[in-house]
């Protein structure tokens, strides 16, 4: 498809578990980032690409959470010991360098017990 | 105080409303500034982007930006069931060229 892509749709793990959260950004854009959207929250800021180096990881809300990018493509978001705080939408969005519009995939949906 | 302030609403109105989304901020240095629509379980998309203050329009929709007051609108006029949806603002500030600072965004019904 032509749009940003992530898996899973839907994750629900327990408490204390590692999770895996997969981006597929848009074709040629080569910025990427990952925002968080909790309920009652708004969708907070948690890391952006450029490439494969991360200029800004400052979002990112403790040191259970990780992400890389590789080929300049593909992202993965990791959550180490997840803590029920941690459910969320997980969501990921791609931009042509320097563009200011970004395109949003779809989600992923978080549930840890 | 946060950067970004929204009326989670939710607001209701019946179908040919115009209806009027606003958001009030305190970060002087945001110069970007848009409008998303997320429908449930979906992704943001996004609906108007301006730069600065001023006024834009893209069909039934129009964004004013007043700066001097630190206020952002939506206006949607002739109001369809369709446009029920969650809209959400986003800023950005004129040194950064990534980092969208959201409200929590308002949630629309339009009635039939």
């Known amino acids: 498809g032509a749009g940003v892509s992530q898996s899973p749709s839907n994750k629900v793990t327990e408490k204390g578990k590692d999770v895996e959260l997969r981006c597929d950004p848009i074709?040629?854009?080569?910025?990427l980032y990952w925002y968080r959207q909790s309920l009652g929250q708004g969708l907070e800021f948690l890391i952006y690409?450029?490439?494969?180096?991360?200029?800004?990881k400052s979002g990112l809300p403790s040191d259970r959470f990780s992400a890389e990018r590789t080929g300049g493509s593909v992202s993965t978001l990791t959550i180490q010991r997840t803590q029920q705080e941690d459910s969320a939408v997980y969501l990921c969005?791609?931009?042509?360098?320097?563009?200011?519009?970004?395109?949003f995939g779809e989600g992923s949906r978080l549930t840890v017990l | 105080q946060k950067e970004v302030e929204q009326d989670p609403g939710p607001l209701s109105v019946p179908e040919g409303a115009i209806v009027s989304l606003n958001c009030t901020y305190s970060?002087?240095?945001?110069?970007?500034f848009m409008w998303y629509r997320q429908y449930s379980r979906k992704g943001p998309e996004l609906l108007m982007y301006?730069?600065?203050?001023g006024n834009k329009e893209d069909g039934r929709f129009t964004a004013q930006v007043d700066k001097s007051s630190k206020y952002i609108s939506l206006f949607i006029r002739d109001s369809q069931p369709s446009d029920s949806a969650t809209y959400l603002c986003?800023?950005?500030?004129?040194?950064?060229?990534?980092?969208?600072?959201f409200g929590k965004g308002t949630l629309l019904t339009v009635n039939p």
């Open positions: 969005a791609s931009s042509l360098q320097g563009n200011r519009e970004l395109f």
């Open positions: 074709s040629g854009h080569t910025a």
């Open positions: 690409f450029q490439g494969n180096s991360a200029p800004d």
């Open positions: 970060n002087s240095a945001f110069q970007y």
């Open positions: 301006t730069y600065s203050s």
């Open positions: 986003a800023m950005m500030s004129g040194g950064s060229n990534y980092k969208l600072t």
